[in-house]
Protein backbone atom coordinates (compact mmCIF):
# COMPACT_ATOMS: atom_id res chain seq x y z
CA UNK A 1 0.00 0.00 0.00
CA UNK A 2 1.85 3.38 -1.04
CA UNK A 3 1.15 6.57 1.15
CA UNK A 4 -1.71 8.00 -0.74
CA UNK A 5 -3.61 4.71 -0.63
CA UNK A 6 -2.74 4.57 3.31
CA UNK A 7 -4.07 9.01 3.45
CA UNK A 8 -7.40 7.98 1.71
CA UNK A 9 -7.73 4.89 4.13
CA UNK A 10 -7.26 6.86 7.06
CA UNK A 11 -9.27 9.32 5.84
CA UNK A 12 -11.57 7.35 5.64
CA UNK A 13 -11.43 5.90 8.95
CA UNK A 14 -11.47 9.01 10.28
CA UNK A 15 -14.56 10.25 8.62
CA UNK A 16 -16.24 6.71 9.42
CA UNK A 17 -15.45 8.03 13.31
CA UNK A 18 -16.61 11.56 13.12
CA UNK A 19 -20.39 10.23 11.11
CA UNK A 20 -20.36 7.50 13.69
CA UNK A 21 -20.09 10.38 16.93
CA UNK A 22 -23.09 12.26 14.80
CA UNK A 23 -25.20 9.42 14.68
CA UNK A 24 -25.08 8.26 18.28
CA UNK A 25 -25.60 12.11 19.15
CA UNK A 26 -28.89 12.55 16.91
CA UNK A 27 -29.92 8.95 18.27
CA UNK A 28 -29.40 6.50 15.49
CA UNK A 29 -30.08 2.92 16.40
CA UNK A 30 -27.56 0.56 17.46
CA UNK A 31 -27.57 -2.02 14.85
CA UNK A 32 -27.21 1.23 12.14
CA UNK A 33 -24.02 1.07 14.02
CA UNK A 34 -22.98 -2.87 13.81
CA UNK A 35 -23.92 -2.60 10.38
CA UNK A 36 -20.81 -0.05 9.80
CA UNK A 37 -18.64 -1.38 12.03
CA UNK A 38 -19.19 -5.25 11.36
CA UNK A 39 -16.34 -4.82 8.38
CA UNK A 40 -18.62 -4.88 5.07
CA UNK A 41 -19.15 -0.94 4.44
CA UNK A 42 -22.70 0.38 3.96
CA UNK A 43 -23.21 1.67 0.44
CA UNK A 44 -22.98 5.26 2.18
CA UNK A 45 -19.97 4.71 4.12
CA UNK A 46 -17.00 6.69 3.08
CA UNK A 47 -15.28 2.93 3.56
CA UNK A 48 -17.02 2.60 0.31
CA UNK A 49 -14.65 4.57 -1.54
CA UNK A 50 -11.76 3.06 -0.67
CA UNK A 51 -13.13 -0.87 -0.50
CA UNK A 52 -15.82 -1.70 -2.89
CA UNK A 53 -17.32 -4.58 -3.42
CA UNK A 54 -15.91 -6.57 -6.65
CA UNK A 55 -17.87 -5.79 -9.98
CA UNK A 56 -18.93 -9.25 -11.36
CA UNK A 57 -16.58 -10.51 -13.33
CA UNK A 58 -13.92 -8.05 -12.44
CA UNK A 59 -10.34 -8.76 -11.41
CA UNK A 60 -10.90 -8.93 -7.52
CA UNK A 61 -8.40 -6.03 -5.94
CA UNK A 62 -8.64 -4.17 -9.14
CA UNK A 63 -12.41 -3.11 -8.71
CA UNK A 64 -12.09 -0.10 -6.28
CA UNK A 65 -9.95 3.34 -6.21
CA UNK A 66 -7.78 1.19 -4.07
CA UNK A 67 -5.92 -1.89 -5.09
CA UNK A 68 -4.63 -4.48 -3.15
CA UNK A 69 -2.69 -6.22 -5.46
CA UNK A 70 1.30 -5.89 -5.12
CA UNK A 71 3.74 -6.48 -7.71
CA UNK A 72 5.40 -9.76 -7.49
CA UNK A 73 8.31 -9.94 -5.01
CA UNK A 74 10.48 -12.58 -6.16
CA UNK A 75 11.34 -11.30 -9.47
CA UNK A 76 15.22 -10.05 -9.23
CA UNK A 77 14.20 -6.40 -10.01
CA UNK A 78 11.87 -6.63 -6.63
CA UNK A 79 13.86 -8.50 -4.63
CA UNK A 80 16.65 -5.72 -4.68
CA UNK A 81 14.04 -2.85 -4.44
CA UNK A 82 14.73 -1.44 -1.17
CA UNK A 83 12.02 -1.51 1.64
CA UNK A 84 13.33 1.43 3.50
CA UNK A 85 11.44 4.49 3.57
CA UNK A 86 14.13 7.93 2.69
CA UNK A 87 17.12 6.14 2.48
CA UNK A 88 19.90 8.48 3.38
CA UNK A 89 22.05 6.82 0.71
CA UNK A 90 19.97 4.89 -1.72
CA UNK A 91 21.89 4.20 -4.07
CA UNK A 92 24.73 3.20 -1.35
CA UNK A 93 21.15 0.87 0.40
CA UNK A 94 20.79 -0.97 -3.46
CA UNK A 95 24.43 -1.88 -4.44
CA UNK A 96 24.87 -3.34 -0.53
CA UNK A 97 21.35 -5.30 -1.15
CA UNK A 98 23.25 -6.24 -4.57
CA UNK A 99 26.21 -8.03 -2.85
CA UNK A 100 24.15 -10.51 -0.97
CA UNK A 101 21.10 -12.67 -1.39
CA UNK A 102 20.58 -12.11 2.97
CA UNK A 103 17.30 -10.35 3.08
CA UNK A 104 18.79 -7.07 4.26
CA UNK A 105 17.31 -3.08 3.34
CA UNK A 106 13.59 -4.61 3.31
CA UNK A 107 12.52 -1.98 5.67
CA UNK A 108 9.59 -2.35 8.24
CA UNK A 109 5.74 -1.48 8.51
CA UNK A 110 6.06 -0.35 12.68
CA UNK A 111 7.69 -3.09 14.17
CA UNK A 112 6.72 -5.83 11.55
CA UNK A 113 7.96 -6.97 8.18
CA UNK A 114 6.47 -5.21 5.25
CA UNK A 115 3.98 -6.93 3.30
CA UNK A 116 6.34 -7.70 0.22
CA UNK A 117 8.96 -9.39 2.45
CA UNK A 118 6.23 -11.13 3.97
CA UNK A 119 5.28 -12.28 0.83
CA UNK A 120 8.76 -13.02 -0.32
CA UNK A 121 9.42 -15.20 2.45
CA UNK A 122 6.19 -17.28 2.15
CA UNK A 123 6.54 -17.97 -1.44
CA UNK A 124 10.98 -19.00 -1.16
CA UNK A 125 9.72 -21.21 1.77
CA UNK A 126 7.05 -22.83 -0.62
CA UNK A 127 10.91 -23.04 -3.51
CA UNK A 128 12.10 -25.43 0.03
CA UNK A 129 9.06 -26.76 0.53
CA UNK A 130 8.29 -28.05 -2.93
CA UNK A 131 11.85 -29.44 -3.47
CA UNK A 132 11.75 -31.36 -0.37
CA UNK A 133 8.20 -33.02 -0.78
CA UNK A 134 8.59 -33.71 -4.59
CA UNK A 135 9.78 -36.84 -6.27
CA UNK A 136 12.66 -36.67 -8.63
CA UNK A 137 11.59 -36.36 -12.26
CA UNK A 138 11.32 -40.19 -13.33
CA UNK A 139 12.12 -39.23 -16.72
CA UNK A 140 15.60 -38.15 -15.88
CA UNK A 141 15.83 -41.27 -13.98
CA UNK A 142 14.80 -43.40 -17.54
CA UNK A 143 17.27 -41.50 -19.29
CA UNK A 144 20.34 -42.36 -17.33
CA UNK A 145 18.84 -45.80 -16.75
CA UNK A 146 19.08 -45.45 -13.64
CA UNK A 147 16.73 -48.63 -11.74
CA UNK A 148 15.26 -47.39 -8.32
CA UNK A 149 15.53 -48.89 -4.56
CA UNK A 150 14.46 -47.52 -1.42
CA UNK A 151 15.92 -47.10 2.16
CA UNK A 152 13.95 -48.33 4.94
CA UNK A 153 11.72 -46.20 5.00
CA UNK A 154 8.54 -46.96 4.43
CA UNK A 155 5.71 -43.72 4.98
CA UNK A 156 7.21 -41.22 2.63
CA UNK A 157 8.62 -37.77 3.11
CA UNK A 158 7.19 -37.14 6.51
CA UNK A 159 9.10 -40.32 8.13
CA UNK A 160 12.18 -39.41 5.91
CA UNK A 161 12.27 -36.03 7.49
CA UNK A 162 11.82 -37.50 11.12
CA UNK A 163 13.63 -40.55 11.06
CA UNK A 164 17.47 -40.11 9.38
CA UNK A 165 18.69 -43.30 10.72
CA UNK A 166 16.14 -45.65 8.51
CA UNK A 167 17.10 -43.40 5.21
CA UNK A 168 20.39 -44.79 6.11
CA UNK A 169 20.32 -48.18 5.52
CA UNK A 170 18.65 -49.86 2.46
CA UNK A 171 15.70 -52.06 2.95
CA UNK A 172 15.64 -56.04 2.27
CA UNK A 173 14.22 -55.31 -1.24
CA UNK A 174 16.97 -52.99 -2.38
CA UNK A 175 19.86 -55.54 -1.25
CA UNK A 176 18.40 -57.89 -3.24
CA UNK A 177 18.31 -55.76 -6.68
CA UNK A 178 21.49 -54.62 -5.95
CA UNK A 179 22.98 -57.61 -5.60
CA UNK A 180 21.47 -59.44 -8.45
CA UNK A 181 21.52 -56.25 -10.85
CA UNK A 182 25.04 -54.76 -10.16
CA UNK A 183 28.37 -55.17 -11.11
CA UNK A 184 30.90 -56.09 -7.98
CA UNK A 185 34.07 -54.34 -7.43
CA UNK A 186 34.40 -51.67 -10.10
CA UNK A 187 36.57 -48.99 -9.64
CA UNK A 188 34.19 -46.46 -9.68
CA UNK A 189 30.42 -46.89 -8.46
CA UNK A 190 28.10 -43.75 -9.29
CA UNK A 191 24.76 -43.35 -7.36
CA UNK A 192 22.07 -41.18 -7.19
CA UNK A 193 20.21 -39.93 -3.90
CA UNK A 194 16.97 -37.57 -3.55
CA UNK A 195 18.30 -36.73 -0.47
CA UNK A 196 16.96 -32.98 0.78
CA UNK A 197 15.91 -31.85 -2.60
CA UNK A 198 14.59 -33.43 -5.53
CA UNK A 199 15.01 -30.07 -7.98
CA UNK A 200 19.04 -30.44 -7.31
CA UNK A 201 18.55 -33.90 -9.24
CA UNK A 202 16.50 -32.86 -11.71
CA UNK A 203 18.85 -29.73 -12.35
CA UNK A 204 22.23 -31.13 -12.43
CA UNK A 205 22.11 -34.71 -12.76
CA UNK A 206 21.64 -34.45 -16.68
CA UNK A 207 24.77 -32.31 -16.63
CA UNK A 208 27.18 -33.83 -14.00
CA UNK A 209 26.27 -37.66 -14.74
CA UNK A 210 28.01 -37.22 -18.42
CA UNK A 211 30.68 -35.60 -17.46
CA UNK A 212 31.38 -38.70 -15.02
CA UNK A 213 30.99 -41.15 -16.91
CA UNK A 214 33.53 -39.85 -19.66
CA UNK A 215 35.87 -38.81 -17.33
CA UNK A 216 36.01 -42.59 -16.08
CA UNK A 217 36.01 -43.90 -19.05
CA UNK A 218 38.97 -41.94 -19.99
CA UNK A 219 40.82 -42.31 -17.13
CA UNK A 220 40.26 -45.93 -17.56
CA UNK A 221 38.71 -46.11 -14.39
CA UNK A 222 35.87 -49.57 -14.71
CA UNK A 223 32.47 -48.09 -13.79
CA UNK A 224 29.57 -49.68 -11.79
CA UNK A 225 25.97 -50.17 -12.32
CA UNK A 226 24.60 -47.02 -11.59
CA UNK A 227 21.41 -46.69 -9.78
CA UNK A 228 18.99 -44.31 -8.14
CA UNK A 229 18.21 -44.25 -4.04
CA UNK A 230 15.21 -43.06 -3.28
CA UNK A 231 14.42 -41.39 0.95
CA UNK A 232 18.54 -41.93 0.29
CA UNK A 233 21.09 -40.29 3.23
CA UNK A 234 24.38 -40.42 3.11
CA UNK A 235 25.15 -42.62 5.45
CA UNK A 236 23.90 -45.30 2.99
CA UNK A 237 27.10 -45.33 1.40
CA UNK A 238 28.22 -47.86 3.86
CA UNK A 239 25.02 -50.33 2.82
CA UNK A 240 26.26 -50.09 -0.60
CA UNK A 241 29.89 -50.37 -0.57
CA UNK A 242 29.15 -53.45 1.61
CA UNK A 243 27.09 -54.81 -0.99
CA UNK A 244 29.25 -53.32 -4.04
CA UNK A 245 32.52 -53.06 -3.36
CA UNK A 246 33.67 -50.38 -5.45
CA UNK A 247 37.09 -48.59 -4.81
CA UNK A 248 35.23 -45.44 -5.07
CA UNK A 249 31.52 -44.44 -4.66
CA UNK A 250 30.18 -41.71 -5.69
CA UNK A 251 26.86 -40.67 -4.13
CA UNK A 252 25.44 -37.35 -5.87
CA UNK A 253 22.65 -35.98 -3.76
CA UNK A 254 19.99 -33.20 -2.79
CA UNK A 255 21.33 -31.20 -0.64
CA UNK A 256 19.45 -28.70 2.59
CA UNK A 257 17.74 -26.49 0.34
CA UNK A 258 17.74 -23.04 1.34
CA UNK A 259 15.40 -20.03 1.36
CA UNK A 260 14.02 -20.24 -2.33
CA UNK A 261 17.00 -22.22 -3.05
CA UNK A 262 16.61 -25.32 -4.01
CA UNK A 263 19.19 -26.84 -6.90
CA UNK A 264 21.88 -27.33 -5.24
CA UNK A 265 23.77 -30.97 -4.80
CA UNK A 266 26.51 -32.49 -3.73
CA UNK A 267 28.44 -34.98 -4.30
CA UNK A 268 29.54 -37.51 -1.20
CA UNK A 269 32.85 -39.77 -2.13
CA UNK A 270 34.39 -42.53 -0.21
CA UNK A 271 37.36 -44.45 -0.16
CA UNK A 272 36.11 -48.46 -0.15
CA UNK A 273 32.63 -47.36 1.86
CA UNK A 274 32.03 -50.14 4.43
CA UNK A 275 29.80 -50.54 7.72
CA UNK A 276 31.34 -48.05 10.58
CA UNK A 277 32.54 -45.39 8.34
CA UNK A 278 31.66 -42.36 8.93
CA UNK A 279 31.57 -38.39 7.57
CA UNK A 280 35.06 -38.38 8.40
CA UNK A 281 35.49 -41.40 6.06
CA UNK A 282 34.38 -38.88 3.49
CA UNK A 283 34.93 -36.56 1.52
CA UNK A 284 31.84 -34.17 0.08
CA UNK A 285 31.81 -31.80 -3.35
CA UNK A 286 29.24 -29.03 -2.15
CA UNK A 287 26.79 -26.44 -3.48
CA UNK A 288 26.63 -27.86 -6.81
CA UNK A 289 24.82 -25.56 -9.33
CA UNK A 290 25.26 -23.28 -12.27
CA UNK A 291 25.25 -19.87 -11.95
CA UNK A 292 27.14 -19.05 -8.20
CA UNK A 293 27.60 -22.65 -7.09
CA UNK A 294 29.92 -24.87 -8.04
CA UNK A 295 29.07 -25.57 -12.00
CA UNK A 296 28.08 -28.97 -12.20
CA UNK A 297 30.47 -29.74 -15.25
CA UNK A 298 33.71 -28.71 -13.46
CA UNK A 299 31.98 -30.71 -10.30
CA UNK A 300 32.27 -34.05 -12.47
CA UNK A 301 35.64 -33.02 -13.88
CA UNK A 302 37.08 -32.66 -10.02
CA UNK A 303 35.20 -35.52 -8.83
CA UNK A 304 36.80 -37.78 -11.36
CA UNK A 305 40.23 -36.38 -9.95
CA UNK A 306 39.41 -37.02 -6.57
CA UNK A 307 38.59 -40.89 -7.80
CA UNK A 308 41.92 -40.94 -8.78
CA UNK A 309 43.36 -39.58 -5.93
CA UNK A 310 41.37 -41.90 -3.64
CA UNK A 311 42.41 -45.01 -5.31
CA UNK A 312 46.25 -44.15 -5.66
CA UNK A 313 46.48 -42.95 -2.27
CA UNK A 314 44.07 -45.67 -1.00
CA UNK A 315 42.10 -43.59 1.35
CA UNK A 316 39.70 -40.70 1.37
CA UNK A 317 38.33 -38.17 3.97
CA UNK A 318 40.88 -37.08 7.34
CA UNK A 319 42.75 -40.19 6.44
CA UNK A 320 43.75 -39.12 3.45
CA UNK A 321 44.66 -35.31 4.49
CA UNK A 322 46.85 -36.92 7.13
CA UNK A 323 48.89 -38.35 4.45
CA UNK A 324 49.42 -34.92 2.51
C1 LIG B 1 23.39 -30.24 7.69
C2 LIG B 1 24.89 -30.02 7.60
C3 LIG B 1 25.67 -30.43 8.65
C4 LIG B 1 25.09 -31.10 9.89
C5 LIG B 1 24.85 -32.60 9.60
C6 LIG B 1 23.91 -33.20 10.59
C7 LIG B 1 22.81 -33.99 9.94
N1 LIG B 1 22.58 -35.15 10.49
O1 LIG B 1 22.17 -33.58 8.99
C8 LIG B 1 26.21 -30.84 10.93
C9 LIG B 1 25.88 -29.56 11.65
C10 LIG B 1 26.47 -31.92 11.95
C11 LIG B 1 27.42 -30.61 10.02
C12 LIG B 1 28.70 -30.75 10.45
C13 LIG B 1 29.79 -30.52 9.66
N2 LIG B 1 29.80 -29.94 8.45
CO1 LIG B 1 28.20 -29.65 7.42
N3 LIG B 1 26.75 -29.15 6.36
C14 LIG B 1 25.48 -29.38 6.47
C15 LIG B 1 24.74 -28.75 5.31
C16 LIG B 1 24.09 -27.44 5.80
C17 LIG B 1 23.67 -29.59 4.62
C18 LIG B 1 24.19 -30.98 4.25
C19 LIG B 1 23.20 -31.73 3.44
O2 LIG B 1 22.21 -31.23 2.97
N4 LIG B 1 23.49 -33.00 3.24
C20 LIG B 1 22.63 -33.86 2.40
C21 LIG B 1 21.76 -34.71 3.34
C22 LIG B 1 20.78 -35.54 2.54
O3 LIG B 1 22.66 -35.55 4.02
P1 LIG B 1 22.31 -36.34 5.40
O4 LIG B 1 22.56 -37.73 5.17
O5 LIG B 1 20.99 -35.91 5.84
O6 LIG B 1 23.36 -35.73 6.44
C23 LIG B 1 24.76 -36.03 6.36
C24 LIG B 1 25.53 -34.99 5.60
O7 LIG B 1 24.95 -33.71 5.77
C25 LIG B 1 26.89 -35.08 6.28
N5 LIG B 1 27.71 -33.90 6.32
C26 LIG B 1 27.40 -32.71 6.78
N6 LIG B 1 28.46 -31.87 6.69
C27 LIG B 1 29.47 -32.60 6.18
C28 LIG B 1 30.79 -32.22 5.90
C29 LIG B 1 31.65 -33.17 5.36
C30 LIG B 1 33.05 -32.77 5.04
C31 LIG B 1 31.19 -34.50 5.11
C32 LIG B 1 32.10 -35.54 4.53
C33 LIG B 1 29.87 -34.86 5.42
C34 LIG B 1 29.03 -33.90 5.96
O8 LIG B 1 26.60 -35.40 7.65
C35 LIG B 1 25.28 -35.90 7.78
C36 LIG B 1 25.29 -37.20 8.53
O9 LIG B 1 25.96 -38.20 7.80
C37 LIG B 1 25.91 -28.52 4.32
C38 LIG B 1 25.70 -27.33 3.38
C39 LIG B 1 25.61 -27.78 1.96
N7 LIG B 1 25.58 -26.80 1.10
O10 LIG B 1 25.59 -28.95 1.64
C40 LIG B 1 27.10 -28.35 5.25
C41 LIG B 1 28.47 -28.76 4.76
C42 LIG B 1 28.37 -30.03 3.95
N8 LIG B 1 29.21 -29.01 5.98
C43 LIG B 1 30.45 -28.66 5.94
C44 LIG B 1 31.41 -28.85 6.97
C45 LIG B 1 32.79 -28.28 6.72
C46 LIG B 1 31.06 -29.52 8.13
C47 LIG B 1 32.01 -29.83 9.29
C48 LIG B 1 33.34 -30.45 8.86
C49 LIG B 1 32.16 -28.55 10.10
C50 LIG B 1 33.19 -28.66 11.22
N9 LIG B 1 34.31 -27.99 11.03
O11 LIG B 1 32.94 -29.33 12.19
C51 LIG B 1 31.17 -30.81 10.15
C52 LIG B 1 31.55 -32.29 9.92
C53 LIG B 1 30.37 -33.14 9.60
C54 LIG B 1 30.41 -34.57 10.03
N10 LIG B 1 29.25 -35.19 9.92
O12 LIG B 1 31.41 -35.14 10.39
C55 LIG B 1 30.78 -28.03 4.61
C56 LIG B 1 31.61 -28.96 3.72
C57 LIG B 1 32.63 -28.18 2.94
C58 LIG B 1 33.57 -29.12 2.22
N11 LIG B 1 33.51 -29.13 0.92
O13 LIG B 1 34.32 -29.81 2.83
C59 LIG B 1 29.36 -27.66 4.08
C60 LIG B 1 29.24 -27.67 2.55
C61 LIG B 1 29.01 -26.27 4.65
C62 LIG B 1 29.91 -25.19 4.10
N12 LIG B 1 29.54 -24.47 3.08
O14 LIG B 1 30.95 -24.96 4.63
N13 LIG B 1 27.02 -30.27 8.77
Redo the contacts with the bound molecule.
Sequence with gaps: MDKEQMRILIDAILQEIAQENLKRQSGHSESDTQNTLSGVPSESSPFSSAFQKPEPGSDFGKSGNLSIDLPDPTTDEMRLEPGVEDPIDPDGLTALMSTTTARIGGGRAGTRLRTKSLLLFQSDLAVTQDTLFQDVDPQILTQFKLFTVQTQITEGKEQYLLR?DL??QLNDDARKIIQERCVKSPNVQICV?????SFAIDTNLPKIYPVLEAGCKTAGLTLGTPFFIQY?????MNDIGDLIQPDVLILL??????LGRAE?M?A?MAYRPTSGH??????????IFDDGGTNPLEAGAYAVQMAQKMIKIQAS?VKSKLME
Excluded: F, Q, W
Excluded at 193 to 197: K, M, T
Excluded at 232 to 236: D, E, F, M, Q
Excluded at 253 to 258: A, D, H, K, Q, V
Excluded at 281 to 286: A, G, L, S, T
Design positions: PGRGDGLSCRVGVIGERPGSSYTDADREVICNG
